[in-house]
């Protein structure tokens, strides 16, 4: 269950990270801000997910031994 529960919050933080700004950017309630800074914080969520996912992974092969 703690695996399944860390890929379920690694999915979360992609959809969160890709999705938030373009809906905020869309609907007008995003400051301005350099494009850059948006970029940067989406790819860290990107990232942030990836660690999450392989922790989940070692997680599961932990329970193979």
């Known amino acids: 269950m703690t695996a399944n529960f860390m890929n ?20 007008g309630t995003m400051p301005a801000q350099d494009i850059w800074n948006i970029v940067s914080l989406s790819l860290f969520g990107i990232v942030l997910a990836v660690v999450l ?4 992974r070692g997680v599961l092969d932990k329970l193979r031994e």
């Open 8 to 27: 379920a919050v690694a999915a979360g933080t992609v959809t969160i990270s890709l999705i938030g700004p373009l809906v905020s950017m869309a609907l």
């Open 53 to 56: 996912h392989l922790l989940a």
